[in-house]
């Protein structure tokens, strides 16, 4: 909380607060069992003045990240409780710096409620479902951008800034729902922009609540681009925005003046390959308006940089074959301070690091090897530090920053140490092993409970292996890591090997398989079954591959391609071919389908569906919104021309995720099933 003493935290239908040193609670901020209405909330948001708090009800997940919800608004000294608004669901409702107001949108428009007057005001009415969208992202935006609210108060809360979608030249995509009440099923309809295909058009605007304007930012006369970032700097003046061409080779950074919409393009990056925005996140402008810190791999690792508001570079802060996450800047210090993770002790391993603005004095804050996730609080004055490596589960420590002691172990998470020795849990192993190419690959190993050297195991690999993904690390768990267990427990060694392509290990590495998704990949998940068949305790007449979404696209290629090796796969919603896929994603590995055809079709399944020689298992939902159903369906008749016997399965109405209810338990039962049975 403000004053850096203490905490809140959600407790069932109360709100309460902790003394951030000792745990203990000292107050009751919220008191569910008083609130009239009577409502149960899901999650919280304070105002910076901690007088107001808005609750959020009745969630309603859309997408990944979109939801709509009834929002209500307590006044902390009156304890008063009232409802945002009347008029229909509301999502992002979000309060203004002043905590007098509070934005949202509704039904593809952006509103503001006065909490003082209770007036709710319509800032857009064009909005309208599948046509213009006001303040939330399109389906693309917030799959591939990572966010769904588009709207920004300004710091002084007089503006608003704001996304707008015209998504009218973008075509549909329709599933087919099937409820058990209805005799029709009913067809599901939204606009999904497939590879080569036409985006939204993007507006940027600033909303004036005093003069009740809007103003158009000027983002350039190209229309076919992407706006993946827009935010305030410290002068509600001055909005940045951060400008990409299709391709995504081309990074711009943009001032736009607020009032006018006159903006300069202060920075620009240019890529062989791509701009990987991921980025984005880690730019913060500085109070003293003068300049700020942005990362760039443009060394060939991700680094921090200091620039001067122009766009000139000052100076780079870090540097080394290692990569960097900034988490934050104490600028109150009469030295300022910048902390960071990175992978600087090892590719596998991140630690905490803080470093001064002359890019010197770099100090490693976290002592204990393995992974190493920081929260720090909003003063900078304490962290908390999420520990865990291949051996020990997540455990969860309160720090004082300032002579880096350690205050309390919040969290030791003993139920699941006890858990791991009952049930005799297999330990991660890291190994690496160089391809024939030369190419240095990490991956883990987990071994059946007596393990015996002199025997020879069935291995199971798990892949992901998209772009800027990381599945081998040193740190407990993972995807899908109980699942493991239960094979390793049916006596089969899981192995897990990051391909090319991967994150951590800088530019080069990662961007290999650019305008090439699966070949290089695919190359190296068939050296590492070699490499593994090769040991003397497996068995390499049994070795098999399973992912999910990209990892089904890759464990369907490795059935193929590598046909010789591979006795066994099972592909969880693959994609099967890149023109089926969205093109923010997409274009970013591949360029367009007219740039570069091959790029799409010599490493698609359908392509290879005749070298199927193996036991596969294709699975998919039917409502997946994300990777689309017809994908499995494109390779399955592609299979069936080629005369080749499979299995496949269908999940009604899921989605990419392919959950609710009982339907995990169902899935990883089937699979674990298929695998028993054909490895």
């Avoid at 298992?617 to 409502?623: A, E, F, N, V």
Wanted: charged share 25%.
């Amino acid at each position: 909380m403000n004053d850096g003493q203490y905490y809140s935290s959600q407790k069932e239908n109360d709100i309460v607060k902790y003394q951030v040193t000792t745990g203990e609670i000292v107050a009751k901020i919220v008191d569910g069992a008083t609130l009239n209405p009577k409502i149960e909330f899901d999650s919280y948001t304070i105002s910076p003045d901690e007088q107001k708090i808005l609750l959020t009800t009745e969630t309603e997940a859309i997408y990944r990240r979109s939801f709509r919800a009834n929002y209500f608004i307590y006044d902390v000294p009156t304890k008063q409780l009232t409802e945002l608004s009347k008029r229909g669901k509301q999502s992002y409702a979000t309060l203004s710096p002043d905590g007098k107001k509070v934005a949202f949108c509704r039904e593809n428009n952006l509103f503001v409620t006065d909490l003082a007057s209770k007036t709710e005001m319509q800032i857009t009415t064009n909005g309208n479902f599948s046509q213009v969208i006001n303040g939330s992202t399109d389906w693309v935006y917030e799959e591939e951008f990572g966010f769904a609210q588009a709207f920004y108060w300004s710091p002084d809360g007089k503006k608003i800034a704001f996304y707008s979608f015209d998504e009218s030249r973008v075509k549909e995509y329709n599933m087919q729902m099937w409820n058990e009440k209805d005799l029709y099923p009913y067809d599901y309809r939204f606009k999904y922009p497939k590879a080569g295909e036409n985006n939204s058009l993007l507006t940027i605007s600033v909303y004036d609540l005093p003069s009740a304007k809007t103003i158009k930012m000027d983002i350039g006369t190209e229309t076919d681009i992407y706006i993946p970032k827009i935010n305030w700097t410290y002068d509600s003046n001055l909005l940045s925005i951060r400008r990409m061409n299709r391709l995504q080779n081309t990074l711009e950074i943009l001032h736009a003046n607020s009032n006018t919409g006159a903006s300069t393009v202060i920075y620009k990056e240019v890529s062989d390959s791509y701009v990987d925005i991921q980025y984005a996140e880690d730019m913060k402008y500085l109070k003293d308006g003068k300049s700020f810190i942005f990362s760039s791999e443009k060394d060939g690792f991700k680094h921090l940089y200091l620039s001067s508001m122009d766009g000139k570079e000052i100076r780079q802060l870090t540097k080394g074959n290692y990569e960097v996450s900034l988490l934050g800047i104490d600028e109150n210090l009469k030295k300022p301070i910048i902390y960071y993770t990175s992978t600087e002790v090892s590719p596998m391993e991140k630690h905490f690091y803080s470093i001064d603005f002359e890019g010197k004095n770099k100090s490693k804050l976290s002592t204990e090897k393995g992974t190493n996730d920081v929260n720090m609080s909003a003063d900078f004055k304490y962290y908390v530090l999420y520990h865990s490596n291949s051996e020990k589960p997540l455990s969860v420590s309160l720090f004082q920053t300032k002579d880096n002691k350690k205050i309390k172990v919040l969290e030791e998470n003993q139920a699941l140490n006890t858990a791991a020795k009952d049930f005799n849990l297999a330990k991660k192993e890291i190994f690496s092993f160089k391809t024939s190419d030369n190419q240095e690959l990490h991956g883990f190993m987990l071994k059946p409970k007596n393990f015996d050297p002199n025997k020879k195991y069935p291995v199971l690999m798990y892949v992901y292996g998209g772009p800027s993904s990381q599945e081998v690390s040193d740190s407990w768990g993972g995807r899908h890591f109980y699942y493991h267990q239960y094979l390793t427990e049916n006596g089969y060694i899981v192995a897990c090997v990051d391909n090319r392509g991967t994150d951590a290990k800088g530019a080069n590495f990662k961007k290999s398989t650019y305008a090439n998704l699966g070949k290089y990949e695919t190359q190296d998940q068939i050296e590492a079954a070699k490499y593994l068949g090769n040991m003397a305790f497996v068995d390499k007449s049994r070795i098999g591959i399973w992912g999910w979404s990209y990892g089904g696209y890759m464990s369907s290629l490795c059935i193929l391609l590598g046909n010789e090796v591979f006795k066994t796969a099972v592909a969880v919603a693959p994609v099967t071919n890149w023109r089926f896929y969205d093109n923010i994603y997409t274009e970013r590995f591949l360029k367009r389908p007219q740039d570069n055809p091959q790029g799409y079709d010599d490493f698609s399944p359908v392509t290879h569906a005749s070298k199927l020689k193996g036991n596969f298992l294709l699975i998919h939902g039917t409502g997946d919104d994300n990777v689309h159903f017809q994908n499995a369906v494109i390779l399955q008749n592609a299979l069936i021309k080629e005369g080749k016997q499979f299995q496949s399965f269908y999940y009604p109405n899921r989605n990419h995720g392919i959950r609710g209810g009982n339907t995990s338990m169902h899935l990883y039962q089937m699979m674990a099933d298929f695998v028993l049975k054909n490895l």
